[in-house]
């Protein structure tokens, strides 16, 4: 039996590594990946937006920490295609909000799964939303 699959926004996983409200519970999110209970997709943007949002310090060796800790948690990273970028452009039309944030919500359509977003102005009112420190 495979681990049931969720979808993250960037949002949330840049709460891995900086303090900020929902940090504790996107934490306990990436443990249960880790432990294999469930399994994590993004889309490509979210290694580029949690490497900015994290790093903000711009100090190099902070993205290169926040690199390396995203490489070793094998994340399942959906590539830019047809369908995601259909469902990403359907997900904008629905939710309102650009198509860079529609792409979260765009993969948990097309991946059937739930969406963890911290976005509540881009993702609360995706169907089945899991609003994390919004």
Do not use: Q
């Amino acid at each position: 039996m495979s681990a049931p699959v969720c979808v993250l926004d960037a949002s949330v996983g840049v709460k891995w590594f900086r303090d900020e409200p929902g940090s504790k519970e996107a934490r306990a999110v990436l443990a249960e990946h880790i432990a294999g209970r469930i399994v994590i997709a993004v889309d490509t943007l979210f290694a580029y937006e949690v490497l900015r949002a994290a790093s903000r310090d711009h100090r190099p060796v902070d993205a290169m920490r926040v690199h390396h800790d995203l490489e070793r948690l094998e994340l399942v990273t959906v590539p830019l295609g047809e369908e995601l970028v259909r469902a990403a452009a359907n997900a904008r039309e629905s939710l309102g909000c650009a198509l860079y944030d529609a792409f979260a919500a765009g993969l948990a359509t097309l991946l059937d799964a739930p969406l963890y977003s911290a976005d509540t102005r881009a993702h609360g009112t995706h169907p089945g939303v899991r609003l994390i420190g919004a």
